[in-house]
């Protein structure tokens, strides 16, 4: 692995772990020649992923894309980075196992909606309202009226009265 400070093609792996639940190995380098300290991830790719933009184009997935849109909505959001790094590995291997050769857009924006509506209800509404490009408040408004109903038809469901 080539020292991002110095650019030396060699460094050292100075301890080895598993992240998300397996699923990810972390490892903290170091540079023999500058002695600059560096983390870096493995994970599992199963297949090339790629996507389908509405204007009919086909581009490389990019996990470090998805990863900066949903770090925009639970931006000042009390979450954990190990949740939101699940949250993401989540996406992608469920994106991964469709089978699919290509995503669309749109499939991705939904799969993302999900998993951050069971994270955290913020998070979800602002994402929606870029996914869905929100033009009134109203559309604010029936999103979180959709929440809404969503959580009384949870704890009705819970309620065994």
Known sequence: ???PYCGSQDSQVKDSRPVEDGASIRRRRACPDCGGRFTTY???QLRDLMVRKRSGRVVAFERDKL????????RKRPIEPERVERLISG????LEQSGEPEISTET???TVMDALKQLDDVAYVRFASVYRDFGAAKDFTDVVNELARGAETAENDEDPA
């Open 1 to 3: 692995m080539r020292c």
């Open 42 to 44: 493995e994970r599992v």
């Open 67 to 74: 990863a900066r849109s949903v770090s925009v909505a639970l």
């Open 91 to 94: 996406v992608v291997r469920r």
């Open 108 to 110: 991705i924006g939904l």
